[in-house]
């Protein structure tokens, strides 16, 4: 069953803007991950942050956890044309590998 | 030095008809897993693979078969392709609970 949701499906900004993205999820989590699809090919993981972590970094990327909320937020800042991509999220259940994706984030950065 | 590589990158076929998609990973990974994606971008777990054992089998047709003849390698079978089997099929890898490593992707259309 689909586990996360996202917000906004679309998003379309100017380059130097920031971009947020939001997730929100319904079951108890171990992690919960950021991943980045570019047209036609395949996913790749940018940042992973643990239900006992609040806020992790990485570069231009900014991610909060809100356990209580069963929220996630991706921040990326000073965005560039390169980043136009489907942002997932996806959570990582309490045993096992299994992750849950959300339905994605199509972020377009213009020129 | 491909990390996951899936084959083919396309495939185009009759309904009906019965397929295979090959996948390979070469990072020592011991967990292989297949996705879905639909035209909506939604990505959603089909099976995984521990050590060549299936850990994760989802509601899927038993038209589908994965196998695993070894750790790096984790092959899909479809038998008797219906309209509604057309989608992006995804092969991922990780070690145990790290993050994902994806393929490009196998892009199937049947007609």
């Known amino acids: 069953s689909q586990q996360g949701e996202e917000d906004p499906q679309a998003l379309s900004i100017q380059e130097g803007e920031n971009a947020t993205m939001n997730c929100s999820y319904k079951t108890s989590i171990n992690n919960l991950q950021w991943y980045r699809q570019n047209s036609g090919r395949g996913l790749v993981h940018l940042i992973l942050i643990r239900s006992n972590e609040r806020e992790k970094h990485s570069g231009r990327l900014r991610v909060t956890l809100d356990t209580s909320k069963k929220s996630s937020s991706l921040l990326i800042t000073a965005s560039r044309a390169a980043d136009t991509a489907s942002y997932f999220c996806a959570t990582g259940e309490t045993s096992g590998s299994r992750l849950t994706f959300g339905e994605g984030t ?5 020129p | 030095d491909t990390a996951v590589s899936q ?6 076929t009759q309904m009906g008809n019965d397929k295979s998609i090959k996948c390979e990973q070469n990072l020592g990974h011991d967990t292989m897993y297949w996705y879905k994606q639909d035209s909506k971008k939604f990505l959603k777990i089909m099976f995984s693979y521990n050590n060549k054992e299936l850990i994760i089998n989802e509601t899927v047709p038993n038209r589908f078969s994965p196998k695993s003849p070894d750790k790096a390698h984790l092959n899909l079978h479809i038998n008797s392709l219906e309209l509604g089997d057309s989608a992006v099929y995804f092969c991922a890898s990780s070690r145990g609970y790290q993050p994902q490593h994806f393929g490009d992707g196998t892009r199937l259309s049947i007609l």
Do not use: A, E, F
Request: charged share 10%.
């Open chain 1, 106 to 110: 199509q972020l377009t950065v213009n």
């Open chain 2, 7 to 12: 084959t083919p990158k396309y495939l185009v």
